[in-house]
């Protein structure tokens, strides 16, 4: 039997109601904190509970604004420009002893990645270059519990030659070597890490350009993978291909995402015609879709009593919504892993 399509419709949409039930906390709604940036990135929250996120300000559409970090405090509700210029930096974390781990992009960015300490606003070059040469465009960070940091390096704009013979995810160590571990990824974008620490989640975006920002608008591209994909992580910081866990293409794939404290994945998916949060199982099966206003770029947990708020970063905006489940933190270490001020090589 056929059946109507208006009761088909009311079916999709109690089911889409009662997988947003089992992950998001009950009447939770969407809440637009911040408006007026050119490109929100790279959502994270620091020990107190202050939340910082990049402005990334592409110089060709802005006057050549040279990029913002910004400051959000949730008691107060005002946000501020803690840093600017910023290096360009598009994903940001902290590590298990405080410090804001930012990767710096190209289009006039660092093309590195920094940590600064938030008490005296100082900040180090952890990583500046690999076998001599400059990175393509540091994206995204996860840290492990022994204080490895793993980025993503794909290019997307900027002006600067590209030195690099691949776009890859590197793993830096706190002894401040620089490790080439994934080559497989195509175009590797958002990274995080299981609570587990048993796997390394990457996020392939292959948009088919590697300067989007020096072509006209509309100019054809073919697009490569649009995928998400789990990696076996190894005692040794090594990574080996496990699954392709979603296949987004012909259509845009996620940007940046983020575990829960049971391991479920928070993944900022980028497709125009399903744009939004699309929540998945380890295993990648879709758990919850929340549509948002703007396309999303990245996703992260509050801290403490704001564990269950889940800030998106979204357009120009940032936007918070509470969830059922923790988000997952580092366990705090008060020993600094990093103490070197000058850029590293392998």
Not at 298 to 324: D, P, Q, W
Request: glycine share 12%; hydrophobic share 35%; proline share 7%.
């Amino acid at each position: 039997m056929k059946l109507p399509l208006g009761l088909l419709m009311a079916f999709a949409a109690f089911a889409a109601t009662a997988a947003m039930a089992q992950v998001f906390a009950p009447g939770a709604k969407l809440e637009k904190i911040y408006g007026g940036g050119h490109l929100t990135e790279g959502v994270a929250v620091a020990p107190d509970g202050t939340v910082f996120f990049s402005d990334i300000t592409f110089t060709t559409e802005t006057g050549m604004q040279a990029g913002h970090i910004l400051r959000y405090d949730p008691k107060s509700g005002k946000t501020v420009v803690y840093r600017s210029p910023s290096g360009m930096s598009n994903g940001l974390k902290f590590d298990a002893q405080g410090g804001m781990v930012a990767a710096e992009g190209a289009d006039f960015g660092g093309r590195r990645i920094t940590r600064t300490d938030l008490a005296t606003g100082k900040s180090v070059i952890l990583a500046g270059l690999f076998e001599g040469k400059p990175f393509n465009s540091p994206n995204d960070i996860a840290i492990d519990v022994q204080g490895r940091i793993y980025f993503s390096d794909p290019r997307y704009l900027g002006h600067e030659p590209i030195e690099q013979p691949v776009m890859a995810v590197y793993r830096l160590d706190p002894d401040g070597k620089v490790h080439r571990i994934i080559t497989d990824a195509s175009k590797p974008n958002g990274v995080a890490i299981s609570p587990d620490q048993k796997t390394l989640y990457v996020v392939t975006n292959d948009d088919g350009l590697l300067g989007f920002d020096r072509l006209p608008k509309g100019t054809a591209a073919r697009k490569g993978r649009m995928e998400l994909a789990a990696y076996d992580l190894h005692a040794d910081g090594s990574a080996t291909f496990r699954r392709r866990l979603v296949n987004y293409a012909p259509e845009d794939g996620p940007d940046g995402l983020v575990c829960d404290a049971v391991g479920n994945l928070f993944t900022a998916v980028r497709n125009e015609k399903r744009f939004g949060i699309s929540v998945y199982s380890p295993g990648g099966e879709e758990l919850a879709h929340l549509p948002t206003p703007e396309r999303p770029t990245n996703v992260g947990f509050g801290r403490g009593s704001e564990a269950t708020t889940l800030y998106i970063t979204a357009g120009g905006s940032v936007y918070r919504i509470k969830t059922l489940a923790p988000g997952y933190q580092l366990p705090a270490s008060p020993e600094e892993p990093f103490g070197h001020s000058r850029p590293r090589t392998r």
